[in-house]
Structure formats: structure tokens, C-alpha cells
């Protein structure tokens, strides 16, 4: 919620907009393009920074490790249409458009586990009707493009300002099981070179996984000094697949043959084609066909790609620059077309390297603590941002040198397993800290336990459990449809979510209990992109408000998100996402 005293500017002023479905073409992407282009080159001198430099080493691990993962499933799936020369161009693409020309740049685009799911299940759809998958990939890339910019041009990322956490612990709860999945997926495949050579895989992901999560887990802590933790935080990851893709040739363990991951020659395809798809070469029929697949595709990277954007932009992290949701989804229309024409997965907003990206760039700074019961410590608080365009770039001109011959080399010394490994880890990370596994946390605590300032206490424990009934049907449906021949429909169950918050919530739960169990994305002045905030979030109205934010920008505090005559309210979801952000940075 926002709140304005009586003596702000703000307060005395009518907000006069138009309705979220008036269309005035254009209008949403001259005003992102308007908002944001003062701030183009300071976006370029602003990176003369320290924080730069760890964060394009902390982002390209943090990209190019899934990447690969994802690589390895799709290379399975679609028996070698995709691989991972394909998947590192994709990021490349992505981060090379967004990075020169995005109104948010901090955004890391690239290829994400539902956009693997996409891609393989159009695999098994149309290959036994003997359909080309790559032209029919291709026609659907394009026609989804068309959509990309007839949503933008018509203003429709003005829906965004409905996107609430209730939303995206959802979509995030639903892509931690695709990686656990995947993971599993990965290791059911390593019976082929015998059975030793799958209990060692077994083994290794296993090992992965304890390692990697110990390291995250350390950074995250207050364990060892302050060095030793972001040393942990930064490298623990990459260390632990360098160390376990030569732990299989330690003792008798290298007589035994492990899968690895399967490569091609340097900045070659995958397949033998060339880049440029012909994808004339294909029916009149089956051009049309590849329009609803488009129409899917379309859904999911508006939903996916839009909540990355926000929760890059969340209330946790003090930005200053402004948003612009309208025309970075223009330009993603333009690398989804390019990606099709190229025979690339289409890249779209990372979840959850996107914040972690933002999260990387924070300074910050130590104060002291006035509370009475805490009176005379110190807390690390966030102080600044550090926005700009080249660690974005710099960490894609990176994967962009990890297409060369003797890095491709090295990359096929890779296991499998610790692939497998990278998706466990994934997806228990993207577990912990997912307000759905918070609420059911809290269900699960004894209740004597239970502080007495925790604020789920606020909402009666029936509405606690309604809430997260609702929510885990919307990841059953969601999951259970990608487990059949039906599953390119999953995004239609994920943007179905939005008008059930919206629309129906509100009408079964008390406004006070709404107000507890869910908040907004990200800040009004992230949002005001998109037209401003929705909603009431202490007295949750279910209706849509906008609020002039052009002269708070400088007012919105990223720690207590208080100061001056400006008050933005929290969900407890969203305050152990900001503590969780802080220990990360620190």
C-alpha cells in the first residue's frame, strides 16, 4: 500500500489516466522509451563500479550452468535438434538486446526450464505427424512475435500492475519441481553404459547437490568472516562442477564410463543444418497450425518474462532508475522472431538469476540500530543499486567465448550427473525461499512454537490454509498438464491465476487476511510503468487504483521501504524475502 500525508505534492493531486483497456497504441512504449532514455548513458558510465566486476563473474556461472543443464534435456528430448551450442547462442541473444537496448537491463534473459518443456513437448507432438519441428519451430517464433507486438503496441503489460505474489510463488513453486524433475529425468538415463556406471552417476549428482547447497548455505550465513562467505556465495557452485567433473577419473572410479555432456563443434548447430532456417519449406497448412502453439508460447514468456522484470525490480532493492515493461517486451517479440529464424530456443526473463542479478549490484552500508532492545549494534542495510548495462553484456560476451573450441572441449568432459546435480540444486534453492514453503511452514510449526509477532497470526488459520489450498491446486494443475501430451498448455493454467486473485479471492477472503497472506510484486514506482499499483494491501479494495509515484522516486527506501511521507507496506513473505536478499549481499 501507499500512503501519502496530507502535506506531499502527491496529495493534492487528481491522477487522471485512462482504463487499463483503453488502447491508445503505442503510448505505453513512447513512455518507457520517454521515462527511460535520460538515464542511457549514465547506464554505461554508472559501471565504472567494483560491484561490476563480481557480478558479471557471479551472472555467467549463474547462467551458463543451467544453460547447460537445460541444454542436456532438450538434447535428449528432441533427439539432437537442440544442444548446447543452440542454448549458449540464445543467452548471447538475449543478453545483447537487453543489455544495449532494454529499459531494464538488470533483467538476465536467457533459456529457462519452461521454455524446455515448450520446446520438447511441440517435439512429440508434430514429429510423428512427420511435420519439419525446426520450420514449425521457426513459424511459431514468428507468429509469436507478431503477438509480442501487437501486446505491446495495444499496451497490454499494463495487466501487470495484477501480478501478485500469489501469482509468482505459484509459477516459482511449479519451476523448482520442473528442475527437481528434470534432475531425475537426467539420471534415469544413465543405465545405458551399465550399472556401475549409473550408481556413480547416482553418486556424483548426489554429491553435487550436498556441496553446492552447503556452499550456497554458507554464504547465506553467518558462519566463517565476511570474505570467507561471499568467496563461498560467488565461486561455491562453479567450484564444486569443476571438482566433480574430475572426481570420476580419482582410483578405480576411472575405469568406469560415465555419460557426458554431448557437444559439437565450435559455433557450428547441433544437428546438421545451417543456422538460417528455411522455413518456407513447409505446408501452407502447417504454417497456420504453428498459430495456437504461438498463441501458448506468447502467454507463457508475457507471464514469465514480465515476473522476472518485477521481481528484478522488487521492493527489496532501492532503484532509481525507472522501469519500462512495455517496450522490453517488445523487444522480446524481436529475439523470440530471431530465435526461430536462427533455430534457437527463444530466451526470456531468468527466475531466479534475474534478482539474484540486481541482488549482486547492491552496496551496501552499516548502521546503527535504535531500537531498545538492539540499541548500540550495527545492521548492514542496502544503500544503492548499482544500475547500469555492462554487466549484463559483459557476462553474454562470456558465454559468447564459451562457444570456442577448447571451452566446447571442456565442457563435454562434463558428467551428466553433475547436470543432474545443478537441477537438484536449482530446485531446492527456488523452494527455500518461496512464499508458498513458507506458508506451509508455518501450517506445519507447532503452535505454542510460533512467535507471537509472526504475522500470518493476523489471518485466521483457516483462511491460512484455504490460501495455500488455492495455491497448491494451481501448481497441481500447472504440473500435472506438463506430465502429458497436453503439456504446451501450461501456460493457460498460470495466466488463469491472475483473474482468480484478482476477481474470486477477494470475495472469500476478509481484506485484512488478503492483506497478510499476499502483497504486490514489486514498488509503485516500479510500477509505474504500468499505469501504477492495484489494490489496497491493508484493506485489499480488489480494485484497480493507480497513484502518482513521479515524485516519490526518491523517497522509496529499499530496507524500510519508509521515509518521509511515503509508506509502502510489506507481506511477511516479502520482508523474509528482503531479509534473505540482505544476507546474500552481505
Known sequence: ????????PSAEKTVEKSPW???????GIINDVHRRAPYYASDW?????????????????????????FSLDMFEQTKGSYGVNEVLLASVLGAVVFSFFAAQPLCIVGVTGPITV???????IMTPRETPYMEFMCWICLWSMVMHFALAISNACNAV???????????????????????????TRQWSEGDASAYLSISIALLVLIFAYAGGF?????LFNHPIRVFFKDYGTPLTVIFFTGYQYFG???????????????????????????FWEISVGEVFLAIPFALLLTILFYFDHNVSSLISQGTEFPLKKPAGFHWDFFLLGITTGVSGILGLPAPNGLIPQAPFHTASLCVTRKVADESSETKGKFTTVVDHVVEQRVSNLAQGLLVLGTMTGPLLTVLGLIPQAVMAGLFFVMGLQALEGNGLTLKLLYLLQEDNLISPSEAFRKARLGA?????????VGFGATFAITQTIAAVGFPVIIFILIPVRTFLMPKWFRPAELGVLDAPTASAFTLESVGGSWGNYEGDTAVSSAVDVSDMRDSVDGDAMERGSVRIDESPDQIREIERTRSKIE
Not at 45 to 69: Q, S
Not at 218 to 222: A, F, Q, V, Y
Not at 271 to 276: A, H, I, K, N, T
Not at 464 to 472: C, P, T
Open 45 to 69: 558510465w554508472d559501471a565504472w563500479d567494483y560491484r561490476v566486476v563480481p557480478a558479471t563473474i557471479y551472472m555467467y556461472f549463474a547462467n551458463v550452468l543451467p544453460a547447460l543443464a
Open 118 to 124: 515448450f520446446n520438447y513437448t511441440v517435439y512429440m
Open 161 to 187: 500492475k495484477w501480478v501478485t505474489r500469489f501469482s509468482c510463488d505459484i509459477f516459482g513453486f511449479y519451476v523448482a519441481f520442473i528442475y527437481l524433475q528434470m534432475g531425475i529425468r537426467v539420471l
Open 1 to 8: 500500500m501507499v500512503t501519502f500525508s496530507p502535506n506531499h
Open 218 to 222: 554458507i554464504g547465506e550465513s553467518h
Open 252 to 278: 578405480k572410479m576411472r575405469r568406469i564410463e560415465v555419460e557426458t555432456l554431448p557437444i559439437t563443434k565450435a559455433f557450428f548447430p547441433t544437428s546438421d543444418r545451417d543456422w538460417f532456417i528455411r
Open 464 to 472: 491460512v490454509w484455504a490460501f495455500v489450498a488455492i495455491e497448491l
Open 21 to 27: 483497456w483503453s488502447i491508445q497504441l503505442f503510448r
